[in-house]
């Protein structure tokens, strides 16, 4: 089975533009976690997805950030602008329902904003 | 809220040594707790959890035990391999309710032959 797919694998753009992240979870699971990993701030949940439903999005930085679940195989993470201090690796990790903490993780976005 | 603290790295070592990483946490109620690690351009995978106190998690020769008494889950492996470089993260649950965790800052291990 496939696991986590995420594209783009690398993402470099200029500040102000829009970045749009997508992920496409192991089909059948039913959690969808977006995490942002720094070397200064290390693992960070940005939010998650039970169902297609957020459940949590306190980790959302700001504003400029937004998440959507369209569907149980699809996913995005938007920034809008973009700007130099969202410079990171992006996440996403999908889990079953039944074990939760189980997390399968992507092989991540690098994201770098100039 | 739940929050997790593990020894800073990097950790080097010969192969075949003894392996220790640092875990303690800070929770209410009782947290599950995990071992995850990330291979060099790689996401995190699960390496072994324990859901109670004294259960012992073990997966590919490694080991941690639930010690809610010290409120720590350190990793530990008899020999290491040079395979076994990676970065090592604790976690645990972020609250009862919910299904997300939280992740240590990750120690990373280097392993030399």
């Known amino acids: 089975d496939a696991g986590v797919i995420q594209s783009p694998r690398h993402e470099v753009t200029e500040m102000g533009q829009e970045v749009t992240l997508r992920c496409k979870p192991i089909?059948?699971?039913?959690?969808l976690f977006w995490y942002r990993q720094t070397m200064m701030r290390g693992l960070e949940l940005l939010i998650y997805?039970?169902?297609?439903?957020?459940?949590?999005d306190s980790g959302m930085p700001e504003d400029r950030f937004s998440a959507k679940m369209p569907n149980a195989s699809f996913s995005t993470l938007k920034i809008q602008p973009s700007e130099p201090r969202d410079s990171a690796v992006y996440f996403c990790a999908s889990s079953l329902e039944d074990r939760p903490y189980e997390q399968y993780f992507g092989p991540g976005t690098r994201l770098t904003v100039t | 809220g739940n929050s997790v603290t593990q020894m800073e790295g990097p950790v080097t070592l010969s192969e075949e040594a003894f392996l220790t990483i640092n875990c303690t946490y800070t929770?209410?109620?009782?947290?599950?707790l995990f071992w995850y690690v990330q291979y060099p351009g790689e996401g995190l995978q699960l390496l072994l959890k324990?859901?109670?106190?004294?259960d012992k998690g073990s997966n590919k020769g490694f080991e941690a035990t639930y010690r809610k008494e010290t409120t720590s889950f350190h990793l530990e492996k008899g020999s290491v391999q040079v395979s076994d470089s990676a970065v090592y993260f604790c976690?645990?649950?972020?609250?009862?309710?919910?299904?997300?965790?939280?992740f240590g800052k990750g120690t990373t291990l280097s392993v030399s032959s």
């Open positions: 089909s059948g699971h039913n959690s």
């Open positions: 324990a859901t109670k106190a004294d």
């Open positions: 929770a209410t109620g009782y947290p599950s």
């Open positions: 976690a645990l649950n972020k609250n009862q309710a919910g299904t997300a965790l939280i």
């Open positions: 997805f039970n169902n297609n439903v957020p459940i949590d």
